[in-house]
Nanobody, 128 residues
Framework: QVQLVESGGGLVQAGGSLRLSCAAS????????MGWFRQAPGKEREFVAH???????????AYADSVRGRFTISRDNAKNTVFLQMNSLKPEDTAVYYC??????????????????WGQGTQVTVSS
């Protein structure tokens, strides 16, 4: 059974930065894709970023339009951990952030259905 544990959320002022981490345990193989999604109160869960393995040592990252240029996703395969560096945060970034992992290789990294496992979420609150 895979477990994903997020950390790094909190309260920050607009313009500030946070770094989220997501550690995967329970499997020794590297995931095909890892992603970050977020969900604000009353809204659907939305895609934020993903990083997907395209070959043995090559990865592709993509971002939602709303965060491109401000957020950076990265992964440490040795530690089975994915990070989300969030800079220039805005109040509209306030949400619960979830990490997700795909070990099958569905190649659907921008939708929730593309992932097998989810973390419990970490709250990010950006004050104006």
């Amino acid at each position: 059974q895979v477990q994903l544990v997020e950390s790094g959320g909190g309260l920050v002022q607009a313009g500030g930065s946070l770094r989220l981490s997501c550690a995967a345990s329970g499997r020794t193989d590297s995931s095909s894709a890892m992603g970050w999604f977020r969900q604000a109160p009353g809204k659907e869960r939305e895609f934020v970023a993903h990083i997907t393995r395209t070959s043995a040592n090559t990865y592709y990252a993509a971002y939602a339009d709303s965060v491109r240029g401000r957020f950076t996703i990265s992964r440490d395969n040795a530690k089975n951990t994915v990070f989300l560096q969030m800079n220039s945060l805005k109040p509209e970034d306030t949400a619960v952030y979830y990490c997700a992992a795909d070990f099958v290789g569905r190649w659907l990294p921008k939708v929730p259905a593309g992932y097998d496992y989810w973390g419990q979420g970490t709250q990010v609150t950006v004050s104006s």
